[in-house]
C-alpha cells in the first residue's frame, strides 16, 4: 500500500512562491512515475508536472518555465517549486504515483491559493 502525503502548500501573493513536497510510503517510489495534478473550483483536475523513475520531466504548457518537478529517492519525496504564481494557480494540488505492476495512488491534496 502506497500513501501520499503533500504539504507546503498556503497563501501567497501574485509573483510569489511555494514549494509542495509530496512524501510516500513503501518500497516502490523509486521505480514510480510521479505526478502533480491541480483542480481549481468549477474546474477539470489538470495535470501539472509528471517526472518518471529516471529523472524525465513533462510540464502543462500553462506552468513551463515557472514550476520544476524534483524527486528525492533517498527520501522518497517528489517536490513541485513554484514561481512566478499567478491568480490562475489557485488550485487544490494533488501527488499522485503510478506504477506498472502496483497501479496509481493519490495523496489528499493541499490548497494553494494565490492572492493579494
Known amino acids: 500500500q502506497v500513501q501520499l502525503v503533500e504539504s507546503g502548500g498556503g497563501l501567497v501573493q501574485p509573483g510569489g512562491s511555494l514549494r509542495l513536497s509530496c512524501a510516500a510510503s513503501g518500497s516502490i517510489f523509486s521505480s514510480s512515475v510521479m505526478e502533480w495534478y491541480r483542480q481549481a473550483p468549477g474546474k477539470q483536475r489538470e495535470l501539472v508536472a509528471s517526472i518518471g523513475s529516471g529523472g524525465g520531466t513533462n510540464y502543462a504548457d500553462s506552468v513551463k518555465g515557472r514550476f520544476t518537478i524534483s524527486r528525492d529517492n533517498a527520501k522518497n519525496t517528489v517536490?513541485?517549486?513554484?514561481?512566478?504564481?499567478?491568480?490562475?494557480?489557485?488550485?487544490?494540488?494533488?501527488?499522485?504515483?503510478?506504477?506498472?505492476a502496483y497501479g496509481g495512488h493519490w495523496g489528499q491534496g493541499t490548497q494553494v491559493t494565490v492572492s493579494s
Open 79 to 100: 517536490f513541485l517549486q513554484m514561481n512566478s504564481l499567478k491568480h490562475e494557480d489557485t488550485a487544490v494540488y494533488y501527488c499522485t504515483s503510478v506504477h506498472v
